[in-house]
């Protein structure tokens, strides 16, 4: 990679506030785009690119735009779910993005960089962002294995001015799903507050069932019985 960010082994996107917040029309909150240059256009290409995710998730993406081009996921929020609810991206943090040859052909490979951590905290971030994707997908398996439909991954909770204030990982007819890698107190504590602002967004109807799930730790089994004492469901799976 050059110095510039373009051509090389690598191109690097620095994300932008409009790139996270884009304004203009009425949007989807979740709806993001990457800045593309004629340096980065050329790497890139114009064809559909297919990506994979740092934590494992497939994207397709294309350059769309004119004169500046812009680099984004169809459907439209596939990039703003990665970046947004599960690296909770910012302002000058970084996409870095890699061809890479696999059995399908080329493949761009997108990393994010936080652009105040450390490496040693961006690698940690990313093993999370891995297994609790993992633990979801597991999650809608075993649902469905059981006859329970699945309503919604990732399902959007909107406030009443229509701005994003949080996502639920998994929603079925009856409960809500908050998806945690490792059930520690401080994680637990912080699953709890989600999934009470997750039942306050639905509104009118009956109370959905409430379960934070992740890996089980040595401080998870003390608080079950006290998460149980507020409704707050706890499934543990074992290391």
């Known amino acids: 990679m050059d110095a510039a960010g373009g051509m ?46 740092d934590d494992g998730e497939e994207i397709g993406m294309r350059c769309s735009g004119t004169k500046i081009k812009n680099f984004r996921s169809k459907p ?6 990665w970046l947004l609810l599960r690296c909770r991206a910012l302002p000058g943090d970084e996409v870095h993005a890699r061809w890479e040859d696999d059995t399908r052909g080329g493949i761009l490979r997108l990393s994010y960089v936080r652009k105040y951590a450390s490496p040693g ?8 962002r891995r297994l609790e994707r993992e633990l ?34 998994v929603l079925t007819p009856d409960a809500i799903y ?7 107190r401080e994680v637990m504590y912080e699953g709890v507050g989600q999934l009470m602002v997750y039942q306050a967004g639905q509104g009118g109807g009956p109370p959905l069932r409430l379960v934070l799930l992740g890996r089980e730790t040595r401080e998870t089994a003390s608080l079950i019985p006290v998460l149980a004492r ?6 543990a799976w074992p290391e």
């Open 76 to 81: 439209v929020t596939a990039l703003g779910k």
């Open 8 to 53: 090389g082994n690598e191109v690097v996107f620095v994300l932008t506030e409009n790139n996270v917040h884009e304004g203009g029309r009425a949007r989807d909150p979740l709806e993001v785009y990457l800045n593309v240059d004629g340096t980065k256009a050329v790497y890139l290409g114009d064809l559909p690119i297919l990506c994979l995710t």
């Open 178 to 184: 908050e998806v945690k890698s490792r059930l520690t």
């Open 136 to 169: 979801e997908l597991a999650l809608i398996d075993r649902l469905k294995a059981q006859g329970c439909p699945v309503i919604h991954r990732q399902a959007r909770v909107l406030g009443d001015d229509g701005r994003l204030v949080g996502v639920i990982d």
């Open 121 to 128: 905290l961006d690698e940690k971030s990313v093993q999370q």
């Open 230 to 235: 507020i409704g707050v469901e706890v499934d």
